[in-house]
């Protein structure tokens, strides 16, 4: 049974933390880095649970033009998110491109009402980056994932080929509730 939006009677008591994450959201952001040029880009990321106390999570992003049209495919990664005791958690995401990142971070509520939560924050560190023999240098991260006036927002921080820790990525997402499947 899989419960991409439940409520939270269905989901399990260790997730209830991390249950303003369910669900499919979509927008827009922006990237930038030392090496590279500016660009903006659109992306999907679903977070999901089939009852077990760990969340799915799945992001695809691509390149869009000045009139948000798509240009190409970017980056995807998919991977877990796992609560553990004390507002913490642990995040294992997976790339295409040759990357495997462990992260741990904690998760604070900063908005509850009517026992529905209306903000929280999720701040993750990586612990350990693998790479294969292909795969760029990349040395590590912070990322920032917050739940805003109903939006999810998110920030992405790196160091990677000879640079320090600088802001990579950032987006606004808005939760789609239209019961259909990733496009």
Do not use: C
């Amino acid at each position: 049974m899989n419960m991409d939006a439940g409520s939270e009677s269905t989901i399990p008591e260790q997730l209830l933390p991390l249950s303003w994450l369910i669900g499919r959201w979509t927008g827009v952001g922006t990237g930038q880095y030392p090496s590279i040029d500016d660009f903006r880009f659109g992306q999907e990321v679903t977070f999901s649970t089939d009852g077990r106390p760990f969340l799915s999570y799945a992001s695809r992003s691509w390149l869009i033009d000045d009139d948000g049209n798509r240009v190409r495919p970017l980056a995807t990664e998919s991977g877990f998110w796992r609560p553990r005791p004390h507002n913490q958690v642990e995040v294992q995401l997976a790339h295409p491109t040759g990357y495997s990142e462990i992260w741990y971070g904690n998760v604070e509520i900063t908005g509850l009402e009517n026992a529905r939560i209306t903000g929280a924050r999720a701040e993750l560190r990586t612990d350990m980056v693998g790479r294969t023999e292909s795969a760029k240098e990349y040395a590590g991260g912070h990322r920032l994932y917050g739940l805003v006036d109903e939006r999810l927002l998110w920030t992405f921080d790196m160091s990677a080929v000879g640079q320090p820790i600088t802001n990579h990525l950032a987006a606004t997402l808005q939760h789609v509730d239209d019961g259909a499947p990733p496009a």
